[in-house]
């Protein structure tokens, strides 16, 4: 498994291909990329961390399939949007790929049209994973009738603030200004500072970004 560092998100990359791994390491070099070669190590990194985004390849390394392990990543990492980048893929497999309860979000054709990948995976982590989960939640909330205040709505309104602060933060090389932040989003200090905790936890900002800023007290 490999790694390179960077801030802007993290994306789970399973390609087995050189060339194609070289591709995006030079496109997509402003996140942080971790690249296996199979299905069943991809299965593994997830236990270790769960990323914001999969870039899953259909013919893998030992003969597996991306589109065989796709349930069982979806199942570990449901939140998680997943790109299936494939030249072998008939219309019926691209159609299956993106339909069902484990289903795919996208599918990129081999070869891969640079342009059509960098905006396929801005949009995917910036609309899918998070950003549709907070939409779900919201959607349930509504039918079920919750009110303000209750546990739920606070837990969708944490998620919802957190994402918002993912996107606005997300690849920044300074520091935010906490007191700005809380006066927009009309809450503490304090709860600003947690919810940057929390992402930092998650992987999904730089920890530079998420400590305290000097003089904010």
């Known amino acids: 498994m490999a790694e390179v560092s960077h801030f802007a998100g993290s994306i789970l990359i399973v390609e087995d291909d050189p060339t194609q791994l070289r591709l995006y390491a030079q496109v997509l070099n402003r996140y942080r990329l971790t690249c296996v070669s199979t299905g069943t190590a ?15 390849d259909h013919v893998l390394a030992r003969g597996e399939l991306g589109t065989t392990f796709l349930p069982q990543l979806k199942t570990v990492a449901a939140h998680v949007p997943v790109i299936i980048i494939s030249g072998t893929l008939d219309i019926a497999g691209k ?21 059509q990948l960098e905006r396929t995976v801005e949009t995917a982590l910036t609309e899918c994973g998070l950003g549709r989960t907070v939409r779900s939640l919201r959607s349930l909330e509504r039918a079920e009738l919750i009110e303000d205040g209750n546990r739920e709505r606070l837990f969708t309104e944490r998620l919802a603030r957190q994402h918002e602060l993912l996107k606005r933060l997300r690849g920044l090389a300074e520091k935010p200004n906490i007191s700005d932040l809380a006066g927009e989003f009309h809450v503490d200090r304090k709860t600003i500072r947690r919810d940057l905790h929390d992402l930092v936890q998650r992987g999904q900002l730089d920890p530079a970004i998420g400590s305290d800023t ?3 007290g």
Do not use: M, N, T, W
Request: glycine share 10%.
């Open 214 to 216: 000097p003089g904010e």
């Open 95 to 115: 159609l299956g790929a993106l339909q069902g309860p484990f289903s795919a979000d996208y599918v990129i054709e081999k070869p891969v049209d640079i342009g």
């Open 42 to 56: 991809a299965l593994a990194a997830l236990e270790e961390r769960i990323p914001d985004l999969i870039l899953l």
